[in-house]
């Protein structure tokens, strides 16, 4: 049950296009950043972009950290990337297509879901090779257990 609620929270946090933004520029920083320089990389408020920066460390996609440099007085807090999230292909992969699919089709139903699946099967489906004598179900499972 804890790991559905941490799929659950990974997808609700990659289904912003801001999040995505955000994670997009920590998974491109050579090192960890502090939410200023976040919202000016993503063109966001800081306040903004604290937000979703919780947001994202709630899904276990960033990671916080302190910042001791010499500095007196409070240390900076900077972000960056987990494992989790440079891992987690699949799951973002999922997530920028099903939000592409719901911006682009204008008639918020079933068209949006079909053209979603569609474009992940697409994706997902190099690996997918069918030998036409034997059973197509094997194939099948390993894409869906790679997914």
Do not use: C, N, Y
């Not at 919202?39 to 604290?50: D, I, Y």
Request: net charge negative; hydrophobic share 40%; proline share 4%.
């Amino acid at each position: 049950m804890g790991e559905d609620k941490g799929v659950e929270q990974r997808h609700a946090a990659l289904a912003s296009q801001s999040r995505r933004a955000v994670l997009d520029l920590l998974a491109d920083s050579h090192e960890p950043l502090d939410a200023a320089a976040i919202a000016v990389g993503v063109g966001l408020h800081v306040t903004t972009a604290r937000f979703h920066l919780e947001q994202l460390e709630r899904a276990g996609l960033v990671r916080r950290e302190r910042s001791h440099d010499g500095q007196r007085g409070r240390p900076r807090v900077l972000f960056g990337i987990t494992p989790a999230a440079r891992s987690d292909e699949g799951h973002r992969q999922l997530a920028e297509v099903l939000a592409d699919a719901l911006s682009s089709d204008p008639d918020g139903g079933r068209t949006r879901a079909i053209a979603a699946g569609e474009r992940w099967a697409d994706a997902s489906s190099d690996d997918l090779v069918v030998d036409p004598d034997g059973d197509a179900t094997e194939p099948l499972v390993k894409v869906l257990d790679r997914l």
